[in-house]
């Protein structure tokens, strides 16, 4: 396992190598040059031109690379060309929100889609099964944006129960209740996301180990049915949900960038929409280097735990 975890890793670093060289090609090819939104539009060129120059925009492409590449191996990742503070310090500021955010909603769809998908699986076109997998499909369909904008429409506008925003009430304490209330809305956007997805692969899974003959034994054998699907058949039906789950991760982080924008929860997908707009490179490529990062490392994450829930899954 650790052999494969190393080469697993080393094979991560030209991967990410080329992540960054796509990436940045294809930053540098939108329309539109990051002075443009820096400076009045009446300013004359031999300033526009003398401001690229200071920022290096107009040295060719590969060397913009070099440059910027050369700085992230020393731990540099440039500064922002909108607010002039440190890349890296700005990432660090928004990581925490993010991954709260990400994380409870993680735990919210999984906690209403395993036991949803494990019913509908063991009482198979029954009401319960109907219900569950309508509200699958609903989860699938309805639009972050739309669903967001809904619940801030219902909780938020008419019931008042909710705030519509931001990560603390201004004014307020911000402790943990207030904090709470702040992330109920877009938790319920992602969770309801991801719930939908998963209660599907968790009823199909449940129900292709169902007809296994080691658990017609287990039933033969007088072990109760409550342990017979949460115990053997949920163990191994795990394969196919880790993966689906692993895979998860760069879809709720495209997620999240319309989630925070319409919550103006202070997180990564706000500061992404934010970088695009005012076409802020810098940003923009330590921003696709994380979740590049993100993404090969919930993949190394689901092959470590294929082998945890299925000890018969050996790694050379």
Known sequence: MLAYIIRRLLIAVPVLLGVTIINFIVINLAPGSPVEMMIDPNTPPADIEAKKDALGLNDPLYLQYIHWLVDVFKGNFGFSLTTYQPVAQMIGERIGPTVTLMGLSFIVGLAIAVPLGIISATRQNSKLDYLATG????????????????????????????????MITLGGDGGFVDRLKHLILPVLVLGTGIAGKKIRYVRSSVIDILGQDYLRTARAKGVREFMVVNKHALRNALIPIVTVIGLEVPILLGGAVVTEQIFSWPGIGQLTMGSIMNRDYPTLMALNLLAAFMVLAANLLTDIIYSVADPRIKYK
Not at 150 to 160: A, D, P, Q, R, W
């Open 135 to 166: 509200g699958s499909f609903l989860g699938i369909s309805i639009p972050n944006f739309f669903l967001a904008l809904g619940l801030i429409y219902v909780f938020s506008l008419e019931l008042k129960l909710l705030p519509s925003g931001g």
